[in-house]
């Protein structure tokens, strides 16, 4: 009984101990303390300045007791929160966009900037609170060196080589054996023979071979390094070296660049970027000669401009305007005369003469036109290749256009018959390149009209280069979004020797080509180097124009796809001119082909396949060489690190995608590595995951 009734017991006073613990002091536990109860928590009413480290991190949060509200009214470019105001505890994440606050020589370890925030209490207080931001940048180093021009035992005794010509590998080799073999015509049989056989057994082909002596011969392999290789493991052979080519010397080893004369010729940056004025040395050759011309579908344009004496089409030859409408600005309606007729102070320059200008501006003295004109002005493109300009004006005095009017404007400049206030009319000069510094955004059922006409121009023969648009945005403009058109957006000076986007160009698929259409006119940089009266000249496009309120010419700075349009249209002219291309199809192939490919590698919207390369599309002579190199991230931003006297270089930079060129820059336009330019590319990415890269030596070839 007693067993059975143990548990029982057991489980009865377990169960009972919290029930008798105050009628049984001699048995109870002591009391259990409690915890005070908790003082109330009052929020801070004052907010301290902050001091943000995000090391090598992209972003780093803020958390920071507050009772009161707060608001971040304005931030730096580079940086971003992911909340601007609040109430209580102010808290938000700081990112960091490093690329958009390194400055151009990328000379920055550390980023700092600072942002205010703004408070209020509930006391009724108020105050600002500064918050300081530190950003450590990633690096990248290398070294730029020249690549050698003649390799084997010979090198560094060749003194006739030029050694900044690069070595052209596939002329062969030659290679010298050791004395051996018994009687001249022994030697000269058995050393050619021996040479193919050697090369034959390393898989090496021999295309042909020539005795140069005894025990030398040269032997033409297209694979120079495996034949060098297999040659010089031989134990007979007493050396053996690439078959080097020499250049005439010519006084820095090329030719010399021509630099126009005329007074304003030096504000012209556009042309030095391009690489014109070794085109304008290769001119000098003579070997343009075929006639071409190019359709200025614009405002019209001033006729008495001196700078553009014998330079157009004129009334009688071909020049028409299109405009039909009373309001239009001269007066009248449809007729041959497209003269840029706006009223008096209507406008201080003429859109349609400043684009052609810069195709065909002449060069040299100018016929007398007004006290004080300048009497030789400015030059185009063209200089002395047989090109001229057909105007057709479409644009009104308040510088619209209606998509009829633009259609018939570039059906007739193609060549197309038109009809125009029952009139017929048939260009005696059809274009073959057509130049639309015009344009608007439109939806795509809205340009099918427009599309169409400039796919009919374009069976006709002719090339359309057209304007990108001026909004900075991604929207297509049209006509230059159209299939059959050329989209060129515009580049301007960085400072280094990478170009970058122009702020306003529209960025877009469509976007095919750039070139230079000058900076921001209302936040001009100054890279150019040029001064005018006195002053720094802004890095805009200088060309030829018309003073309104004085009735008399003048030159005029303007920025625009509008400016870089005609730049490439006179390209495809002097392609065409020169005979290097016959067609519409294969100069646009050549100036992709030779482009310059500026940020992301390959074609993107920003700039297309690059900024066209005059210097490389017309086979230009080497007019400079230099080495260097260029750097820009992929949303083509620039940097210029510095390089030392051995070359060496590091560069400070944020996260991102990178492209490094390093080159020779042989048309004087001081971009280095372009289309025929001796180069090495390097693509690298940077960030918290791969703070640091080391390229090492950069033989451009």
Not at 9 to 15: D, G, N
Not at 128 to 141: E, F, G, H, I, N
Not at 240 to 266: E, I
Request: aromatic share 6%.
């Amino acid at each position: 009984m007693r067993a059975s009734r143990l548990p029982r017991l057991l489980t009865a006073a377990l169960l009972t101990v919290g029930l008798t613990v105050g009628c049984r002091p001699t048995d109870a536990a002591p009391p259990v303390p409690q915890p005070p109860a908790p003082e109330p928590i009052t929020a801070p009413t004052t907010l301290n300045d902050l001091n943000v480290s995000l090391g090598q991190a992209a972003s780093a949060p803020v958390n920071v007791p507050f009772g009161g509200q707060w608001s971040i009214p304005e931030l730096p470019a580079w940086l971003s929160v992911s909340a601007r105001a609040g109430k209580g505890e102010v808290a938000f994440t700081v990112t960091a966009q490093r690329a958009a606050a390194t400055p151009l020589a990328a000379d920055q370890a550390t980023l700092t900037d600072r942002f205010v925030v703004e408070w209020s209490a509930p006391d009724g207080s108020a105050g600002r609170s500064s918050v300081t931001v530190t950003a450590d940048q990633y690096t990248v180093t290398g070294r730029v060196v020249d690549a050698p021009s003649v390799t084997g035992s010979d090198a560094g005794r060749a003194s006739a080589l030029n050694m900044n010509a690069p070595h052209s590998a596939g002329r062969g080799v030659i290679v010298k054996y050791r004395s051996g073999l018994q009687t001249q015509s022994q030697q000269a049989q058995g050393t050619q023979n021996r040479g193919v056989q050697a090369l034959a057994r390393a898989g090496v082909q021999v295309r042909a071979q020539r005795d140069l002596g005894p025990r030398m011969t040269a032997l033409d392999v297209a694979d120079v390094p495996a034949a060098l290789a297999a040659l010089r493991a031989d134990p007979n052979v007493e050396y053996a070296v690439p078959n080097a080519v020499l250049r005439a010397q010519q006084t820095g080893g090329q030719a010399a660049p021509v630099v126009p004369t005329d007074q304003y010729a030096a504000l012209q940056w556009p042309f030095r970027l391009l690489g014109f004025p070794a085109v304008w040395r290769d001119m000098e050759g003579g070997a343009y000669t075929r006639p071409v011309t190019v359709a200025v579908v614009d405002s019209g344009v001033r006729f008495d401009h001196p700078d553009l004496a014998g330079q157009l089409w004129g009334p009688g030859e071909g020049a028409l305007d299109v405009l039909s409408k009373p309001d239009n600005g001269d007066g009248d309606g449809v007729d041959p005369d497209p003269t840029d007729a706006q009223k008096p102070g209507s406008a201080a320059a003429s859109h349609g003469t400043h684009v052609t200008g810069l195709i065909v501006a002449r060069w040299g003295e100018n016929a007398a036109s007004c006290a004080g004109c300048s009497t030789t002005g400015v030059v185009g493109a063209s200089s002395r290749a047989p090109v001229k300009v057909l105007p057709v004006r479409v644009l009104d005095a308040q510088g619209d256009a209606e998509v009829s009017d633009v259609i018939a404007a570039v059906h007739y400049a193609a060549g197309l018959t038109v009809t125009l206030e029952g009139r017929t009319y048939v260009n005696p000069h059809p274009a073959q390149v057509v130049n639309l510094s015009l344009g608007g955004p439109m939806s795509a059922e809205e340009s099918r009209p427009l599309c169409d006409g400039i796919q009919e121009a374009r069976n006709q023969g002719a090339l359309i280069f057209a304007a990108a648009g001026n909004a900075g945005s991604a929207v297509p403009y049209y006509p230059a979004a159209c299939p059959a058109a050329v989209a060129v957006g515009s580049v301007t000076l960085s400072g280094g020797s990478a170009p970058v986007r122009a702020p306003y160009s529209n960025a877009y698929p469509q976007v095919a080509l750039s070139a230079p259409g000058g900076a921001d006119p209302f936040q001009p940089t100054t890279f150019n180097g040029g001064t005018l009266n006195g002053e720094p000249a802004p890095d805009m496009v200088f060309s030829t124009s018309w003073d309104y309120q004085k009735n008399q010419p003048n030159y005029y700075f303007m920025s625009g796809t509008s400016q870089a349009t005609p730049l490439v249209s006179a390209l495809a002219a002097l392609v065409l001119s020169k005979g290097v291309t016959t067609g519409a199809a294969d100069t646009l192939q050549r100036l992709t082909d030779t482009a310059t490919d500026l940020g992301a590698a390959g074609r993107d919207e920003q700039f297309g396949w690059g900024m066209v390369n005059a210097a490389a599309a017309l086979k230009a002579p080497d007019v400079s060489d230099t080495l260097g190199l260029r750097l820009q991230d992929a949303l083509g931003h620039a940097f210029q690190p510095k390089v030392d006297a051995l070359g060496r270089f590091s560069a400070w930079l944020g996260d991102g995608t990178y492209h490094l060129v390093a080159g020779r820059d042989r048309n004087g336009n001081g971009v280095y590595g372009e289309t025929n330019e001796p180069r090495v590319e390097r693509t690298f990415d940077l960030g918290p995951a791969r703070t640091r890269v080391d390229l090492g030596d950069l033989a451009p070839r």
